[in-house]
């Protein structure tokens, strides 16, 4: 079974607009992280949200979690044309012996035109 | 702050040849993973280590994968016969806890052919 999916696949919006991408995924977790990755390049990590928390903010990113309905979203708000990139959940599952690894999503790819 | 390094960023090699993925984690980390991208594709979990052993492989992690801390700050994948399939972008990650924050290095770009 997939874990953390991601919709939409591609957003495309103008500046100064918001952006939600949202993630769904399968099995318990205790963290859900949000990742940023410009094309060709590595992972930036955005923020990490745990089982027991239901939003956070960072600057212009909100994210929530309902781990009753198993999804997170993710706001970005005064979107700027640096905000284009591709953007994906990541799922640490509740496994015995779990050591933190990660399962990710396809990710959003996100455009914001000027 | 902070960041993972990895080197290099580029890899060029024939099929069958042996390559090492090099990785410097936050200093004060004691968590180390290894992910791969194949392009276009999502991110796959590889391998976690900690206290110096494999904690947790991948089914992609078979016996032409292994990984080494060979000295208190370095951290790399050995790819000992290298497929076509292999081409893909390597990231290493580091936490300072389990379920922390998992901090992700540049890439190595491998390219197999």
């Known amino acids: 079974s997939q874990q953390g999916e991601e919709d939409p696949q591609a957003l495309s919006i103008q500046e100064g607009e918001n952006a939600t991408m949202n993630c769904s995924y399968k099995?318990?977790?205790?963290?859900l992280q949000w990742y940023r990755q410009n094309s060709g390049r590595g992972l930036v990590h955005l923020i990490l949200i745990r089982s027991n928390e239901r939003e956070k903010h960072s600057g212009r990113l909100r994210v929530t979690l309902d781990t009753s309905k198993k999804s997170s979203s993710l706001l970005i708000t005064a979107s700027r044309a640096a905000d284009t990139a591709s953007y994906f959940c990541a799922t640490d599952r509740v496994r015995g012996g779990s050591q933190g690894n990660l399962i990710f999503g396809k990710g959003t790819k996100l455009s914001v035109k000027p | 702050e902070p960041e993972v390094t990895q080197t290099p960023s580029h890899q060029v090699t024939q099929m069958g040849q042996e390559v090492i993925l090099r990785c410097v984690p936050i200093s004060n980390h004691l968590y180390f993973y290894w992910y791969r991208q194949i392009l276009g594709q999502k991110v796959e979990f590889l391998v976690s280590?900690?206290?110096?052993?494999?904690?947790?492989k991948s089914e992609i992690f078979d016996d032409q994968f292994s990984v080494e801390r060979p000295d208190g700050s370095n951290f790399t994948l050995k790819i000992r016969s290298t497929k076509l399939e292999d081409s893909a972008m390597y990231f290493c990650a580091s936490a300072g806890l389990v379920g922390e924050t998992q901090y992700f290095g540049p890439g190595t770009r491998l390219l197999v052919l």
């Open positions: 280590f900690y206290n110096n052993e494999i904690s947790e």
């Open positions: 099995t318990s977790i205790n963290n």
